[in-house]
């Protein structure tokens, strides 16, 4: 996989409690996707320039910090979603392998 398609994994599929990565190898994406991410999550974003003494650091750790926040709300939500609506369930719990103690 290329760095496009983990920087952002964790966002994608924390919900569902499936574990990822993410590869932490070009800060400058890394910034783009904080950028990214803030305005469609509605946080607020203060660009972390190359001037900033340790730059890198803190736009991994922002980063971090970011995804953090979204996923927990992103999870806070959807057990609000599985409770409240049977079709949200009966679709998790399709999904789930055949093995699940859930299912």
């Given amino acids: 996989m290329g ?5 952002d994994s964790p966002i994608r599929v924390a919900k569902y409690g499936i574990s990822s990565v ?3 190898a070009d800060d400058e994406l890394i910034e783009k996707m904080r950028a990214f ?3 469609k999550f509605d946080v607020p974003y203060q660009e972390i320039t190359k001037k900033f003494h340790d ?18 709300n992103k999870f806070e939500n959807f057990k609000t979603e599985l409770a409240e609506s049977k079709v949200a369930l009966e679709n998790y719990i399709a999904m789930l392998p055949n ?3 859930i299912k």
């Fill in 3 to 7: 760095l496009a398609f983990t920087i």
């Fill in 99 to 101: 093995k699940s103690e």
């Fill in 55 to 72: 730059y890198r650091a803190k736009r991994i750790t922002s980063y971090l910090n970011l995804v953090d926040k979204i996923v927990k």
């Fill in 22 to 24: 993410i590869a932490f």
């Fill in 37 to 39: 991410y803030s305005e």
